[in-house]
């Protein structure tokens, strides 16, 4: 349908307004006050140029807060789109049950990431964890919880967000993976192509635009990593699963140092931008080429 | 195929054996780590279940607050992303080769990277600790990829529909709700319920909008840990199962409704012009 300059604004006004006001608006006042002293606690504030940002760059808890996202992100990225694209391979052709399947699949991600700490939080405890009861009863001695020893408290948060993410991945990827022709696979197959080869020169080109989209979800996700850690660890021990968006949430509302916050919290919005404008370039060649 | 059954049971194991574990201890089933071998220890009931109101008298307020919470931001969100969508679906290859990848940008940055100055602007807009202060917070948090999910389904859609309806002499909003709707009623339906459960699930913007006098579920289990009254196991399992069931219900319910979810729609290339 032709639509005129009137309609068009007509019906994006809503959103206009809604993102205006409550994400877009918030996020570019939030940005300008990360040049200066101001905080809700104060009367007054002053320019200060990028002193918020040098004095957030120089701590070395928000150092430490910086390495671990990276290990995170490099780490659960990759595991998220392989054992989602996994199970969503598995489930490509019809299978008796496929829809019941998915859903099943589907019901780690239904749990909030704060329920999935809460969750993680016992199954790895010594009590009535399940990791000591399995070791247990295959006769080994138990173990401290994981989450406590500083060398893998942030490997096991990286398990469990996995656990949580991989289905959703493997949700979304599914329609591609099942809409690829069937003639497709046949040709690979026919022409002597191993299951590893199949994946990479039928499925991985055909669904290539919906992968890097769901790419750039998950990183997002993973670069404002907070609720998995708040209840499993708290960040400790120490600083070894200490996030960003940790280091900024504390900043702001635990210890009433709202410019260190602020700034810390743009510095995850920056590194999730400057993804996105290489995705967003990726997406737009694909188009015109 | 037997490698394939093999593969199916194994990733159901990893994937929801953590789940039944839960499921269990939430009826009083637990083991009991200290004996040698591991034992089971106690036995089924249903009291944990209502030892959640104890130990958070409010539990069950907040799940309302929770379910009706995010019941109205899905809703909010579908309103305000379908029109724009749709514009976006009908707009110039150029610019919306940029738009849509946008959205997702929107979609995938952490709420954590705005919700300070939200805060701010909330307590100053006397929102602070509203439903209506949620409620379009959390709107906004899924706009943007509702928004991209709709333009996909939009793209799909023969426009010689919508020229039908307009020699016909149907009007804008007549077009978008009597003729294109029930075209997009499935993509619409599903994208509606995996927004309802991404709201249902926030925490850090009910968290930060609100100061303890309304709260949702997540914010309450956050609380339970963050201000060290721990609770015990199996009433931890209970809660974990009470607020698990609201969107296991709504997507077991609308599972065929969900095989429609498609990020992007399939057979993209072939609807360019």
Known sequence: MRLSRRDRIVLIAPLIILLGGWLIGPALLGLLATFTTYSPFTTSFSFVGLDNYRAVLQDPQFGAAARNIALFVAAAVPLEIVVGFGIAYLLREPLRGRAALRVLLLLPWLISPIGSGVMWHFLLGPTTGILDFVLGRLGLPDVTSPLGDLRVALPVVVIVEVWRIAPFVAFLLLPGLASIPRERWDDARLSGASWLRQILDVAVPSIRPLLITVTMLVTGLALGSFDAELILTGGGPGSATLTPALYSYAAAFETNEWPAGAASAWLIAAAVLAVGILYIRLSAERDSG | ?273
């Open chain 2, 1 to 273: 195929m037997k490698t394939r059954v093999s593969l199916v049971a194994l990733a159901l194991v990893v994937f929801l054996v953590p789940l039944a574990w839960t499921a269990i201890a939430a009826f009083g089933v637990v083991p009991d780590n200290s004996t040698r071998p591991p034992s089971w220890a106690g036995s089924f009931s249903l009291e944990h279940f209502a030892e959640v109101g104890v130990a958070e008298p409010t539990f069950w307020q907040e799940l309302a607050t929770s379910t009706a919470s995010a019941a109205c931001a899905a809703l909010l969100t579908i309103a305000v992303a379908y029109p724009a969508a749709y514009v976006l679906a009908r707009s110039r290859a150029r610019a919306e080769a940029v738009l849509a990848p946008g959205f997702v940008v929107l979609a995938s940055l952490p709420a954590m990277s705005y919700v300070i100055p939200l805060s701010d602007l909330t307590r100053r807009a006397h929102l602070i600790d509203t439903f209506a202060g949620i409620v379009l917070s959390e709107a906004a948090v899924t706009a943007p990829l509702a928004v991209y999910v709709l333009h996909g389904a939009f793209r799909q859609l023969s426009v010689e529909w919508e020229e039908a309806a307009v020699l016909d002499g149907a009007g804008l909003w007549h077009t978008l709700i009597r003729v294109i709707l029930p075209l997009v009623a499935p993509s619409v339906v599903a994208t509606g319920i995996v927004v309802f459960v991404i709201d249902w699930n926030l925490l850090l913007v009910p968290l930060v909008l609100t100061s303890g006098e309304i709260k949702t579920v997540p914010v309450a289990m956050s609380d339970f840990f963050t201000f060290e009254r721990e609770l015990n196991w199996p009433t931890a399992a209970a809660a974990l199962v009470i607020s698990l069931v609201p969107v296991a219900v709504l997507v077991g319910l609308f599972h065929r409704a969900l095989q429609q979810f498609a990020l992007q729609a399939a057979g993209r290339e072939s609807s360019d012009e």
